[in-house]
């Protein structure tokens, strides 16, 4: 039997409170495909910040480093700043992994009351940028204290990060429905997305079996909302798939819904898998998260360590559950609980 080690970031909020049934469900989908979990739990948080003044050890990466897979809840909490919690430890582990692909599947699933009238069937895939682009560190704060005081952030676009990019998204379309659009914005931003229009331009010629298009972010934000279902594979920068990936989710139901996976494809370095919501400090602690995110989250990370059929009979179950009016939590509309919700999960697989 083989036993796959993976590396538990259960975080803060409600990340504590959705990672459990999503070892819940891989544990059962394990038992009934002939593979199982190593857990290693890690209390790497807000709360070890408070305690001991750092998100992780100094070692973290190294102790992360031998698993097949880590999986993360959510990190982030009123008290510490966010950008001390989120660059203390998320974005270290996906940089220093390499984590280069944030990828990023939005349906809207039969049996979800969406926002929308017109989205049923929408099935689309943001492949974000996650390891360049306007998340750097070069910058700073000048003149502090004086009315001179300003903020400079650089944003860094290199050939090889959107090359790898534009290709992961091609490969991808090529196995979906063979059309990808670019998020740009080279009418408002002159340095940076010009060189990303040239890149995506070149790669696309070279793939001629995809369809391909490039929209400005700011009218691909509303097209997404009018008709999300004319989309299939978008790629987008860091900061522009982070916020459509948001967007997209709420398009579909709900935020809490919304799975992540952080992808090293050469697999040099483990992948990490995450909702892509927070930790929701107004509901934490109260246990009706919706643990939907970070079970379809635990569906990608089967599909990463190649177990594809399970990861089918996990969404399969998902969409039983929701088509046939199954219990849902309050962001779905419902008044089910976290672990009402994973137990009739559960209950289909
Ligand atoms: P959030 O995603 O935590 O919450 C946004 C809204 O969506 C809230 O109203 C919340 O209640 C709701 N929501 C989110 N997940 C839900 C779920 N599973 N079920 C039901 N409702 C859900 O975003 P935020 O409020 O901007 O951020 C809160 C904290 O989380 C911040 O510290 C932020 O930096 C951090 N954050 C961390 C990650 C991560 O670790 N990957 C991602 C996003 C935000
Ligand atoms: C996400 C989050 C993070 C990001 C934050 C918390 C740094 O919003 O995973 O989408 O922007 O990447
Ligand atoms: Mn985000």
Same mark, same amino acid.
């Given at each position: 039997?083989?036993?796959?080690?993976?590396?538990?970031?259960?975080?803060?909020?409600?990340?504590?409170?959705?990672?459990?049934?999503?070892?819940?469900?891989?544990?059962?989908?394990?038992?009934?495909?002939?593979?199982?979990?190593?857990?290693?739990?890690?209390?790497?948080?807000?709360?070890?910040?408070?305690?001991?003044?750092?998100?992780?050890?100094?070692?973290?990466?190294?102790?992360?480093?031998?698993?097949?897979?880590?999986?993360?809840?959510?990190?982030?909490?009123?008290?510490?700043?966010?950008?001390?919690?989120?660059?203390?430890?998320?974005?270290?582990?996906?940089?220093?992994?390499?984590?280069?692909?944030? #990828?990023? $599947?939005? *349906?809207?699933?039969?049996? =979800?009351?969406?926002? %929308?009238?017109?989205?049923?069937?929408? /099935? !689309?895939?943001?492949?974000?940028?996650?390891?360049?682009?306007?998340?750097?560190?070069?910058?700073?704060?000048?003149?502090?204290?004086?009315?001179?005081?300003?903020?400079?952030?650089?944003?860094?676009?290199?050939?090889?990060?959107?090359?790898?990019?534009?290709?992961?998204?091609?490969?991808?379309?090529?196995?979906?429905?063979?059309?990808?659009?670019?998020?740009?914005?080279?009418?408002?931003?002159?340095?940076?997305?010009?060189?990303?229009?040239?890149?995506?331009?070149?790669?696309?010629?070279?793939?001629?079996?995809?369809?391909?298009?490039?929209?400005?972010?700011?009218?691909?934000?509303?097209?997404?909302? #009018?008709? $999300?279902? *004319?989309?299939?594979?978008? =790629?987008?920068?860091? %900061?522009?798939?982070?916020?459509?990936? /948001? !967007?997209?989710?709420?398009?579909?139901?709900?935020?809490?819904?919304?799975?992540?996976?952080?992808?090293?494809?050469?697999?040099?370095?483990?992948?990490?898998?995450?909702?892509?919501?927070?930790?929701?400090?107004?509901?934490?602690?109260?246990?009706?998260?919706?643990?939907?995110?970070?079970?379809?989250?635990?569906?990608?990370?089967?599909?990463?360590?190649?177990?594809?059929?399970?990861?089918?009979?996990?969404?399969?179950?998902?969409?039983?559950?929701?088509?046939?009016?199954?219990?849902?939590?309050?962001?779905?509309?419902?008044?089910?609980?976290?672990?009402?919700?994973?137990?009739?999960?559960?209950?289909? #697989?």
């Amino acid at each position: 039997m083989t036993t796959f080690r993976i590396a538990l970031i259960p975080g803060d909020g409600i990340g504590k409170e959705v990672v459990p049934p999503a070892c819940e469900v891989l544990d059962a989908v394990g038992a009934a495909n002939g593979f199982d979990f190593d857990y290693t739990e890690f209390d790497w948080s807000c709360e070890r910040y408070a305690r001991e003044g750092a998100m992780m050890p100094e070692d973290g990466i190294e102790q992360l480093r031998p698993h097949d897979g880590i999986f993360l809840g959510a990190v982030g909490y009123p008290g510490v700043p966010d950008h001390v919690s989120l660059w203390g430890l998320l974005i270290p582990i996906r940089r220093q992994f390499d984590q280069y692909v944030n #990828l990023r $599947p939005i *349906r809207v699933f039969d049996g =979800v009351d969406g926002p %929308l009238r017109d989205a049923a069937g929408t /099935d !689309l895939v943001i492949v974000r940028e996650n390891s360049e682009g306007e998340y750097s560190e070069i910058g700073g704060r000048m003149n502090v204290g004086t009315p001179y005081e300003m903020a400079v952030q650089e944003s860094v676009f290199s050939r090889r990060g959107v090359t790898r990019i534009v290709d992961y998204a091609l490969d991808l379309a090529e196995t979906r429905g063979r059309q990808l659009t670019s998020a740009t914005k080279s009418n408002g931003i002159v340095h940076t997305m010009p060189f990303w229009d040239s890149i995506v331009e070149e790669r696309c010629a070279e793939r001629p079996s995809v369809a391909w298009d490039s929209e400005h972010i700011d009218a691909l934000a509303a097209k997404i909302v #009018l008709d $999300p279902r *004319r989309y299939d594979v978008i =790629v987008a920068s860091n %900061l522009f798939g982070d916020i459509l990936s /948001d !967007l997209a989710a709420g398009v579909a139901g709900s935020i809490g819904m919304a799975p992540c996976g952080n992808i090293n494809p050469e697999r040099e370095y483990p992948s990490m898998f995450e909702p892509v919501h927070g930790s929701a400090p107004d509901i934490a602690g109260q246990g009706v998260a919706n643990p939907l995110g970070a079970i379809w989250t635990a569906a990608l990370m089967l599909d990463h360590l190649g177990h594809d059929e399970a990861a089918v009979q996990v969404v399969s179950a998902m969409e039983e559950l929701l088509s046939s009016g199954g219990p849902r939590t309050a962001d779905l509309g419902g008044t089910a609980s976290t672990t009402e919700v994973t137990r009739a999960l559960i209950d289909l #697989l």
